[in-house]
């Protein structure tokens, strides 16, 4: 009977043993650092405060998920950042969009010096062509004038007639020429405003 006696005296003196919440360390009651944070109970109770602490700094709120209560007393969490953080992904996110939505036909800086270096390439060698064509069309009427046409005139007639010949070609190249200069003029001053409306509707977006 004695030692059966003892054996409450000696279970007592051992006390409650308690265990965190979040690191799942059993201390004894009378020893224990622990609190109560929250309004949760039984084996949610207690917790240390460091613990709860970097709860609070890695989740970034001082709610209890469990019961929705708040950590008490003097629990503190970091300053949010997420505002920067969602104006940054706003920001681009916005920038991922913007050609998607972007009105057809619309260029930016690269299309416009590709599509200006194409003309000016195709300009070169339309304007090459058409100056070797009438330099051999002058070069065969010349050959023309002096071969069929010496034994008949002099050599004014002869060079009038070669001046009269040349111009009947050249004039109407010199037509066609400015023709097509107004022509690549127009088509890049057209695409220089087109830049610029673009430019300028993406500023004030």
């Known amino acids: 009977m004695e030692h059966e006696e003892e054996l409450p005296s000696s279970s007592s003196s051992l006390g409650y043993l308690m265990q965190c919440r979040i690191c799942h360390e059993e201390e004894n009651e009378g020893r224990a650092i622990m609190e109560s944070p929250c309004g949760c109970s039984g084996s949610l109770k207690y917790a240390h405060r460091g613990c709860v602490q970097r709860w609070c700094d890695e989740k970034g709120s001082t709610l ?11 629990y503190t969490m ?34 416009y010096t590709r599509c200006s270096y194409a003309a000016d390439q195709c300009a070169t060698w339309c304007r090459s062509l058409a100056i070797t064509f009438t ?14 046409e010496a034994a008949d005139h002099c050599a004014f007639s002869l060079l009038t007639m070669y ?41 004030t977006i």
């Open 64 to 74: 209890c998920e469990i019961c929705l209560q708040n950590f008490e007393p003097g």
């Open 78 to 111: 970091p300053p949010k950042k997420t505002r920067a953080i969602e104006t940054a992904v706003t920001i681009s996110e916005h920038e991922d969009m913007q050609p998607l939505e972007s009105p057809e036909g619309s260029i930016d800086g690269a299309d």
């Open 135 to 148: 330099i051999m069309l002058l070069a065969w009427h010349l050959v023309a004038v002096v071969t069929v």
């Open 163 to 203: 001046l009269l010949r040349a111009a009947g070609i050249l004039l109407p190249l010199y037509v066609v020429m400015r023709l097509i200069r107004i022509v690549q003029n127009g088509q890049r001053q057209y695409r220089l405003q087109l830049l610029e409306d673009q430019r300028r509707n993406a500023s």
